[in-house]
């Protein structure tokens, strides 16, 4: 599915163009997969299904969650997990340099594509994904991202940490709203993924069950 097409005009060019300066950036990953038989650079591809899903959820979307759509992973490969250290304080001390990396990078194109300050910092927020559950923007993006991940990433996922793959669907369910879930709930998965995502929903239930007992 596609947005809208943006309309030839000069009050629109801005947008144009930092969409194309984003497509851009994100061919020059070096690191390649298949898709569709040819290799195509990582973190576009990911750009593309990010786009596409945000496209399905928001038709109508505004400039800033369009922008974010194409950037948010932006520049990933600049910076590998291994800039931080082992473990989970290093994991998420990872994930917080992403974001700030994701950011700024975003910020220097929109600018010298001649975005206004408003709409800069309105990506800002989606990409640095500020207030989840609470900004109509930023919850689509979260959304979009966990259903980047259950359609195109989960099933490697689960060949590579099957002792992981519970935990994961769990916090993956709990990041989408209703629509999300909804969405999530039309993919179509192997034997195995959907015995894994029964026992994920499974345990969600009956921690919301028991959550709702105690208050």
């Given amino acids: 599915m596609e947005f809208p097409p943006i309309p030839a005009n000069g009050e629109d060019a801005p947008l144009q163009r930092a969409l194309q300066l ?29 786009h596409d899903w945000v496209a399905k959820l928001a038709p109508q979307a505004g400039p800033a969650l369009r922008l974010a759509a194409s950037c948010q992973h932006i520049g990933r490969w600049e910076v590998p997990r291994e800039a931080c250290a082992a473990g989970r304080a290093g994991y998420l001390q990872w994930r917080n340099t992403l974001k700030e990396h994701h950011a700024d990078i975003a910020a220097r194109l929109l600018a010298s594509a001649g975005q206004d300050e408003e709409t800069i910092q309105a ?34 996922f689960c060949d590579r940490y099957p002792d992981k793959v519970v935990a994961v669907l769990q916090k993956t369910w709990h990041k989408m709203d209703e629509a999300g879930r909804q969405a999530a709930a039309s993919l179509s998965f192997s034997e195995r993924g959907r015995t894994y995502l029964a026992a994920a929903l499974a345990g969600a239930n009956a921690g919301e069950a028991a959550k709702d007992g105690r208050s």
């Fill in 22 to 50: 984003f497509d851009d950036y994100n061919r020059r990953d070096p690191n390649l997969v298949a898709w569709n038989g040819a290799m195509q650079p990582r973190e576009w591809l990911y750009a593309q299904f990010l």
């Fill in 123 to 156: 990506v800002l927020k989606i990409v640095r994904k500020q207030g989840i559950k609470r900004d109509a923007d930023v919850q689509c993006m979260e959304n979009a991202l966990c259903l980047v991940f259950l359609e195109h990433q989960y099933e490697e």
